[in-house]
């Protein structure tokens, strides 16, 4: 979204049962009132679910996000199958915030574990990156 005083975090995940999870560390950790939460700097965190692919992804932008598109992106340990590849660059595609009037577009940061268990080399996901037409470094 747009550079304001204070931010928005959106934490997904595609499984329920994290987002019980998630949604529940989210109220445990959230300011008191008596901190005064919202007056200093703290912005709003809220839990989604996020389903990737094109379809999925931009029904979360128009009725999640409320068609804003988002500055960062920030993901971890998401590569378990190389079906998801196509897919998760669909998603960011549709939510990252593009390059528009001189201003550089969304950064997508993501930390990749090699796992025994699956065969996906962290080569096919930056070929994939390219080929839906990602710069990375």
């Not at 959106?10 to 998630?22: E, K, P």
């Not at 200093?40 to 679910?49: E, F, I, R, T, W």
């Not at 595609?93 to 962290?122: C, H, N, Q």
Request: with cysteine; aromatic share 6%.
């Amino acid at each position: 979204g747009n550079s304001t005083s204070s931010s928005e975090v959106c934490i997904t995940d595609g499984d329920s049962d994290a987002l019980v999870h998630l949604r529940g560390n989210v109220e445990r950790n959230r300011p008191t009132t008596e901190s005064g939460a919202g007056d200093d700097g703290v912005g709003k965190v809220s839990c989604h679910q996020l389903i990737w692919g094109k379809q999925s992804s931009e029904h979360f932008l128009s009725h999640i996000a409320n068609d804003q598109t988002y500055d960062v992106i920030l993901a971890s340990d998401i590569i378990y199958s190389a079906v998801i590849i196509e897919p998760l660059w669909e998603t960011i595609e549709t939510l990252l915030r593009r390059p528009k009037d001189g201003e550089e577009g969304g950064v997508f940061v993501m930390a990749y574990a090699r796992r025994k268990d699956v065969p996906v080399s962290i080569e096919l996901v930056l070929d994939a990156a390219a080929e839906s037409g990602f710069v990375y470094e």
